[in-house]
Structure formats: structure tokens, C-alpha cells
């Protein structure tokens, strides 16, 4: 364990490991000016055994979702090639519909996927894993400039034994990570570890309280403990915390489930990767690498249903022994289900293999906070499950998060130089949404220390962009999942173009390998030839039209298409560019309609502004901003109680300058 | 056109329509914007800048002002039924993109959205025609209500028109500005309309705000065909007052009073009706040739909220014809394109918000929340 970092990231779940290895990325691009002299990341968790979990659902991916890991593929983050290399059943959704809403999804091996996360953790030589927790970030001046850590904690080391034995797929994959650091890596006493800069992603750990029934244990996940340091850290540096509430379902045993009824669910015949470097990264070039399976589909019973009436006062969620604010609507609990739908007596239950190697299955559909003698009689009255052995209860689980319009959309605190957020503590929920945000957040803790400007993606480039800016200019009701309807320039910010819209600004970053840059490069050089071929009115034409005219029209196949196609190309660059056709005039349209664009999108707000004193502001507009404090025009426009006057009120005193516009004078 | 707001409307519109039609961006400016910009472009000096910033406030208060005014009125209402019907029928085919995957949804089907579609196209389009355009108000002739505070001026106008359109009280001095109303009245050649005008009450100017209001008054008595002049029936007539050529004393409150003091004019009452009738008969009468002819719902659309209504009206009918094939017919059983369909819908809710208010992507989810059961 070293005295200083650049990047200190604390959390190992899907934010906490984007965050590090764009961090280590960038850092080394910008040529180790940083803090440290030599551009190093430390990621601290409590157990690195379980970097990479999956904590609930065994999948990536999914409407909206899928297009943020596509997004994180483009800029070089890590997800992307994890799923690939993990994924055990592959699914693309909504393919009867056109390209913005194809949504690409992925049942995952659990513990392969941990295992990979921590493996390619191991290659950045500028990472390290550091097991432990954080009782204090050190602020001074508000700036950040260290975290404490106790007596115990210490350097973990990749054990490349363990690295092989999982790259033979024999048996279920372990950890890279020891969970706990060699008695000589400890550390006697606690430490101040200096940075430039940290990175939080307490996901539900931050007070995290599990209930099943009126059983109440302290921890964010089965088996582990709860951050309840940083909670009152948080509090004393100013922030407004809020209270959160999720839930999982049981697990059953796969040995003890009577498949043969039960509906099958399969994956595609022809599976599509995740990352633009499958199948070329995977181990013998083969995708999928790990052996397809398949989920099965049961469903509760009008019996169960009367059960969980009957019980209502036992669950947590409904007695009031919950306390959390809110919890996400479209993953809602069993006891959610039945009570805001009494019409239904049956609701579909995925039954979802954890691992190729484990009889553990994922009961996905019925989340639950009951108690377990209630959760086994629900379980037993499913069709198939009569028999069902329950390896691990379901549970309730509350948390703590800071209201998501303290950090900007560079995902840094506005009140702390210095201090990310990522993942669930800024409200959301999901693996590829806590992802995007920590591939943001590494990213620009690492440009900060190397004294670059930070970036902000734009509501136009990337859903990730949609996801910040959301956060940073609503108030979230629940906490926030993608959907592809939240994007008003949906059909722009397609899974098949991400790369077209995101991959140069990862080069230029520093984010974007020379291996992924080639395999760019050479995609581009094809979809330049297959455009080419598409406005061509020289060569040969159809009914006297251009293949882009043709293409237009919904009943053309693609099959058609590259028939007329005088030469070879790869069939989902000619779908891409196909799509492109078809959504060009209402792209067109959108971008020239779509409301209150601000030509000053990007313009930055200085930080001596003082909304309340603004000449001629309205009142309302005036609380508003000061709550948010935006960081630029185009967050200020956005925000719900600004209207256009006010904007153009604050573009005035900013253009009058500190001075004045403090003094009230002119 | 100096001093003619109408016809720079038309203008302003035939402009944006031609930056539309090729592809130029153009939008009418918010408020303040010219003034801010000629302050960023150096033109005004930095002392200016506090009287820049009271310029754009106080356009920024006028339209404030009249988005109230329109979010109650007629065609808020209209726009927010409208609004609201879109906003569902654009939730059922959310749910079947971003849900297709949830065990509860079933997506619309093509017949079912046509459907919804062409009926709010078609309530559009009718408001279109039926509407009476700015400059057409302008030629409907104008019946003006006037008389000292409290003389029952505002009780008569809602009398008249069956609403409750002004605040009415018994301290004198609610009614703080000017109100026009479409007023139907029957003609010899059928139903027909003028425009109903309450004016603030014609006492001296108390305050800044008054003095306001009496300017509007004064140019509106100078464009009124006829002018109501109410005097309470309690109350002797001035004798010494000319009676303009274009005026009618109307006694009001008559049923407050037994005894007369005089018996000058038409006598009415706004509680009991009496001379109502005939106050209508006496308006259509004098108006006859003047009035417009129109449907009973109409409703007066200023440049700015036809041009609304009329985006609204184009992104529909494109969404329409993204559910058919190419030979006009709809697809079977499933949208083909349903992020088109979506994204002119999207455009379309987009149009009618500025009328409406705004309906966001987080209404839409809460809608398919509330209607589907989603979640595994």
C-alpha cells in the first residue's frame, strides 16, 4: 500500500470497476502528470474476493440498458468484454422492431463474471486492489486529499493459479482476489491514504439495512457488513442524503425443481456480442465462449396470492418497518404486485440459472421482503417448484444515496473538488447504469488530476449523457433505470452505432486502445464503402433510385438489399446503414424540433454566480436554481421552473461579471 | 406595418413556415432575447445592463401572465384533453418498446392507434376551422361594456355570456382588466358572434397598474361598434352627459330598486334576466351586418397557438402514415415501425404542451406504470 494515489476508488461492484480501469486508462494517456508522479489508481473494497458481483439479477443488458454497455464498449470500458466472455444465454430484444429499440441482453455465470472483472483488474499494473474500508474522507478547503483507512487494511494480490484453473471453465470459476490481505500486508494502525481525487460507489451498503419478515440484518448484501461511516462523513461535509429501498428474490435449487413442465426461454440461434472486439478478444476467437443454456418460466398462483394478503402485515414494505423514501416501480416486489394489480392471479416467474456450475437459480419475478415461512409456501405453489428447495432467501434492502443534484454530470460533487459519485448512491438502480456512471466518473477523476477539462456527454451522444443529465436537472422519484423512452434523440442513440458516436472521443481521452482504434477504423473504412454504394446514382440503380431511396421503404428486406449489393459486406454494417436511411428524415426533423435546445448547450455557468441576487429574476426560478446550482446554460434550461427569460436573465449577469452582479450594483 | 401586431404575426408566421418548408432553423424569439443580445453584441453599455434585465423580465411577466390566462381558458383545456388522450395512446406504444419483455404488456395494435389518432386529429382539425384567427377578431365588431366601478358591469357580462368568466364581487374594483369574450348572438341570417368586452372600471387611475388598464380601456371604447354604458337603475342619469351616437344606457341591477328615478334607458337585471332578451335582440339588431357568422365552439386562436396546433396536426398525420403500407393500407396485428410512430407522437404531445403545459418522458413511464404491470 502505497502513501498517495491519484485515483482512489472505493467500491469494487460494476460502478467502482469502471471507474478504475477508465481511470487507469486515462491516466496513463496523460502521461502520469498526476498527483503521484505515476498515474495510480487504488480501488478499496471490503472483500476483493467479490469484485464484479452480481448482487441480484445474474444479466446484463435489455431495453435501454444494452445501449449503455454498447456505449461502454465504445469508450473502452470493461462490460462489454466481461458479458461476452461470461454470457451463458444471449438474447437480442425487440428485434421485430427497428434498430434504436433493439435492446441486446445476457444471462451471465455469476461467478465467471466476477472472476473476469477481477482478472482484467489484474492486467492494469496502475491498479491496486486494496481490501479494507474507508471510515473518513479527508477534506481540506474543499478539496479532497485523502481517505482514512483502519488498522487491517492492506494490498491484495491476483493469484494468476486461480486465473488459469477458470480459464479451463471446469468447474465454477473462484475468485482472483483473496478477501482479506496477508497478515504481513496489514497495516498496524490507521492510515491516511493522500489522493487527488476519489471515487465513491457504496452501492447499498451506504446503512445498508436487509429485512426479511421482521428479521433485520445490517449489511448491503447477504454475508456482508454496511458502510456506516461514510453515511455520517457525508452528512458533516454538507450533503442531503436520502433513503432508498430494493429487494431480491429466493434462490432455489436447481436439483429440486421439476423442469419438464415448465416453458422453456432461448437464446438467439445466432447471438450477437456485446463488444466490438468479440469474438477477437475471447479466448480461441470463439463466441459465445462459455456453453449456452436456458431459463425456464413458472408462474404464482391465485392461492399465493391470497397468502401474501393474508401476510401482508409481515412484510416489511407494507408494516412500515422500512423507512426509505422510495423504491423502483418497475421492479416492484411480489407483495407490490398483488396489491396494485388484485385483477391478476398469476404473474410470470423467470426461472434463471446463476452458473453453469452451481444448482443455484435465480427466481426472477418475485422479490420479496416476506418472511421465509411465507416466501417457501409461495415458492412451493409455483408449477414445478412443488418440491422446490430454498438455497437463499429473499430479502428487502434499504440504503442510503445523496440527492443526485449535488454532483454535476461529470458525476463530481459540486460542493467537494475532488469527490465522485457513482452508482447507486446518485439514486439509480442497475449493474449497466451504475457502470456508465463510473466509467464518467473515472474518467474525469482522472483528467482533473491531470489538470485536463472534464467532459460531459451530451443528451445527443449517449444515453449515459440522457442518464446525468437527468439526474442533475430532475428530482428522481425512484430510483432511476434507463429506458429508451427517456432519450428523446432515441433514434439516434442506437447499440449499433455506439462505436460511430462514441469511439474517437475514447481515442482522443485515452480511453480507446490501439487494438480497438484498428478494429474502428476498419469498420468505418466498410460502412464508408457500403454508403458510397447507397447514394451511388452512377452504378447500377433500382426502379431508377438509389439504394438509400430503396432502403427506405419498411417492406425491403436486407436480404434484398445486399443482394443488390455488388460485393461482400458484413451484414449488420449493411443493416446499420440500412437503418440510417430509414431514420434519416426523422432525425432530421427531431434534432430541429426537439424543445428547448439551448445554442449555449455547453457554455459553463462560474461558480461566483449567485442565483438569489440575479437582476429581474423570478423568484421561483431563482430557488430552483440556487437548489441545483446547474454547471451549464443547458442544465439551467432544463431544469423544471426555468423558463427561457430566466435563462437569458442569467446569461446577463454572468456577462456583467462577479463584481457588479454581487454588489447589486451596475 | 407599424403599430399593427396582426399583421406582423403573419408575417413572423409565413416566415417561420418558409425556414420550415427549407429546412432553415429559425424560431421565434423568447423574451428579452433581442434586447439581451444587443447587450451581448456590445451595444448597450454595462450601466444598461440593469435595464436589459427589467426588459426581459417584464416581457417575461406579460407571457407569463397570458400562459395563465390561456391554461385556464378554452383552448388550455382543450389542449390539456388532447394532450392527455395523446400522452396515453403514446404510453401503450412505449410499453410495447421498452416492456416488450414483461409478462403484462400487449402492444397496441395498428387499427386500435389509428384509431385514437385520427380522432384527435380530427378534433384538431375541426378547432382549426372552427377557430377565429387574431385578424378576423379584429373585424368582429366589438360591444363594449362601460360604467363607473361596481356598476354591474362584469355581473352583466357573465350574465350574458352564461359563464363565470370575470371575478365578480361586491367590492368595488375587482374586475382589474380587460376581458374579451366571443359572444353568440341569433341574426336574421343565423346564429352569428360579436366580441363581448368588460372593461376595469372607469374611476380615476389609483395606481401605476390602473393607469395601465385605462389605457387599454380608452383605445378599446375607440374601436367599439357599440358601447354599453351601465348606470344602476338606483342611480339618477347624469342629465348633463352627451349620449354618443354608438351608445346604449343600460340600467342595471334593476330588481335591487322599486322606485325609479328615471326612466331613461334599457332597464336590466342580471339576477332576475329581465331585459336580457332584449338587450340580445337590440345587440344583433344594430350589429346584424357586421357580426361574424360561426360555429358555437369556436375559439380564438392567436398566430402563435395555431401554429401549435397546426404542428400538432402534421406530426399525427405523419404518425398515421407510418402504420401503413406502401399501397395505404395498415399493417396487421403489430406496429411495423413503432420508434417512428413514437417519435412523431413524441413530436406531436411536443406541439401541444406549449398549450397544454408540459407532458415529460417520466409522465409517459407513469402511465404504463400505472396501467400494466411491469417488473420481473
Redo the contacts between chains.
Sequence with gaps: MRDRYDIIVIGGGHAGVEAAWAASSALAHGGSRGFSGEGRVALITMDPARIGQMSCNPAIGGLGKGQIVREIDALGGMMGLVIDATGIMFKMLNTSKGAAVHGPRAQADKYAYAAEVQRLIATRSNIDVIAGTVDDIVVESNQVVGVVVPSGTGLVASNNQQIEHNGTNDDRARPVYPSQPTASARSGKPRMLRCANVVLTTGTFMRGLMHTGDTQTQGGRVGEGSAVGISATLRRLGFELGRLKTGTPPRLAAGSIDWDGLTPQIGDDEPVPFSDLSPEQLPAGRFPHLPQTQCRITATTAQAHELIRANLHRAPIYSGQIEADAGPRYCPSIEDKVMRFPDRDSHHVFLEPESLHTNEIYCNGISTSLPIDVQERIVRMMPGCEKAEIIRWGYAVEYDMVWPHQIDSTCMTKSIQGLFFAGQINCTTGYEEAAGQGLVAGLNAARLACDEEPIRLGRDQAYIGVMLDDLVTKTPREPYRMFTSRAEHRLLLRADNADERLTALGRELGLVDDRRWGAFQRRQHELGMIRDRFDSTSGRLVDGKTLREIARRPEISTNQITAWLDHSFDSRLIERVITEARYDGYIVRQRAEIKRQVQAEGRSIPAWIDFQSILGLRAEAAQVLARFRPRTMGQAARLAGVNPADVTLLAVAIRRGPIASQAGIT | MPGNPILLQRVIDELLATA?AN?I?ARRA????FT?RA??HGKMT?????G???V??A??DA??RAARLLATGKLGLFAQELADELASALALV?AG?????Q??VVPIAPQDLHNRLISLDHQIVAQLDRAIGMERLEAIPWVVLIGETNAGKSTLFNALLGTQRAVVSQIAGTTRDVLTEPLQIETDHGPAEVMLVDLAGAADAVDELDELMQASARSAIDRAELILRCVPSAQPLAASRAVHPTELVLRTKADLTSTKPDATGLFVSAETGEGLDELRRIIAQRLSDHAVSLAADALALRPRHEAALR?AHSHLTTARQSLK??DGSLFPQ???????T???M??AL?AL?QLAG?IT??D??GRI?STF????
Excluded: H, M, W
Design positions: 420550415q429546412s432553423d423568447e423574451a428579452g432575447q439581451a447587450y451581448f454595462l450601466t444598461q445592463a440593469e436589459v434585465a427589467s426581459i423580465a416581457q417575461s407571457e407569463l412505449e418498446l421498452d416492456f416488450t419483455d409478462e403484462d404542428a403500407k406502401g403489430d406496429l411495423r415501425q413503432p420508434e417512428l413514437a417519435a412523431s413524441r413530436l411536443n404542451s408540459d418522458p417520466d409517459v413511464l406504470f404491470c411491469v417488473g420481473k
